[in-house]
């Protein structure tokens, strides 16, 4: 396994600005519905805006939807039309219609923000209309203020202020977690003897953790600044660790949370170590079809960095080069000690000279979105679409194996087919 380096020992990133190919914020509601089945996330926004969640959503359009889209019609974006009555409107007619939503997230787009429609002022007055009934809350997940997962970022600022105070120590995991990965964590912690152990989001939107002085904050997505920061100012500590992703990140973000808790390395190794063997061994297989390939990831989720780290430390991958569509260096520190030397970063994106870049170095795996991928494939290139990695169980030192699959298929179907 490769040591770590000196964050001076990495170039400088590439800031670039220009052409994107990105998702916006609304994409994350696709996720975080499923967390929290007592939520409705209403845009406020166009026609785009609802296809783009129902293609990102694909056949999940079809169940009990608890999404959907208050479409600003011409005579709205004129301002022909009063677009907060009609919004009243169509909130008490959602409400009539769905008992069982508890919270409702008008959630801003591009439109609702260039027409300056007010969604917090509009969020306090149908909560006026329907104290008790409901809470309404908004957030951006607009494409001129948020990249992708950004969304889950606002989405959980939002709920920061309903949060109860407590001064009770505890240990609060941060950012969406599929829940069979939850309860094993939650229970991997328990073992190690930290026994109050809450997760924002929460699984019923109604039953917020508490935040205060004796909260210590473990994050489990590396995109979520915003949040991070808000509970800092309530009162909360940051346990500064490399995130969960991989053998090695798993382990040592759950020694960071137990050193935090006084939990002695002794306890920490006998509880962990087994894992840690047995995760290694399970992930052999895909370091023999992974070690040595050239790889390249375009700015997508935030997920990159400790992608590129898990993918070149425990799988022996060369990167070529980690775009991210934002850096924030204090929450990343962990992982940058971590990349190897001389890793090229890039910040931001201008399409154009990224690919010009990707073409000249003819990585041998890209990982993009899908608007990407399938033109690259016919370039001859092979490419793990990033949005997998948001939807699929990857945390924790079980799904190591799982995690490195993801890339390793795409090169295996790759080398199949080469042989037919
Ligand atoms: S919020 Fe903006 S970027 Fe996102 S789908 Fe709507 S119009 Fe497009």
Redesign the pocket.
């Known amino acids: 396994m490769a040591t770590g380096t000196a964050v001076e020992a990495l170039p400088p990133p590439l800031k670039e600005s220009g052409q994107r190919e990105v998702f ?1 914020g ?1 994409t994350s509601i696709v996720w975080l519905h499923r967390r929290m089945p007592d939520a409705f996330f209403l845009v406020v ?2 026609r ?2 609802a296809h ?1 969640i129902q293609s990102a959503a694909g056949v999940m359009i079809f169940a009990e939807p608890r999404f959907g889209t208050a479409i600003l019609g011409e005579r709205d974006l004129a301002g022909l039309a009063d677009a907060n009555e009609e919004l009243d409107r169509l909130v008490a007619q959602l409400l009539a219609r769905r008992p069982e939503i508890r919270t409702l997230f008008l959630v801003g ?3 609702s923000e260039v027409i300056k429609l007010d969604l917090a002022k509009a969020a306090e007055r149908l909560n006026r209309q329907h104290t008790g009934r409901v809470t309404v809350l908004n957030y951006s ?4 203020e948020t990249t992708f997962t950004q969304g889950e970022d606002g989405a959980l600022q939002a709920l920061i202020p309903l949060m109860p105070r407590s001064e009770q120590s505890q240990l609060l995991i941060v950012g969406t977690l599929a829940d069979a990965v939850e309860d094993r964590l939650v229970s991997l912690f328990h073992r190690l003897g930290i026994e109050r152990v809450a997760s924002l989001p929460p699984r019923r939107s109604t039953e917020l953790p508490a935040v205060g002085p004796g909260t210590q904050l473990l994050l489990a997505q590396p995109f979520l600044s915003g949040t991070a920061r808000a509970l800092l100012d309530r009162g909360a500590t940051l346990i500064r660790a490399p995130y969960p992703f991989g053998v090695e990140g798993s382990r040592a973000w759950m020694a960071a949370a137990a050193a935090a808790f006084g939990v002695p390395p002794a306890q920490v190794a006998e509880v962990l170590d087994p894992l840690v063997e047995r995760g290694r061994r399970a992930l052999a297989p895909h370091r023999d079809t992974l070690a040595g390939k050239r790889l390249f990831l375009m700015p997508d989720s935030q997920l990159e960095i400790p992608l590129a780290r898990f993918l070149s430390r425990e799988c022996g991958m060369d990167l070529v080069e980690v775009g991210t569509p934002y850096l924030d260096r204090q929450l990343m520190a962990e992982e940058l000690a971590l990349l190897p030397a001389g890793t090229q970063l890039s910040e931001g994106q201008h399409v154009d000279n990224q690919l010009a870049r990707l073409r000249a170095a003819r990585p041998d795996l890209v990982v993009c979105g899908l608007g990407l991928a399938n033109p690259l494939e016919a370039e001859g290139m092979a490419t793990k679409w990033s949005i997998e990695l948001v939807f699929s169980p990857i945390h924790g030192i079980d799904q190591a194996a799982d995690l490195a699959e993801l890339f390793a298929r795409p090169l295996r179907r790759r080398a199949a087919l080469a042989f037919v």
């Open positions: 916006c609304l926004g166009s785009t805006c783009l787009s591009c439109p997940g607009s494409g001129i």
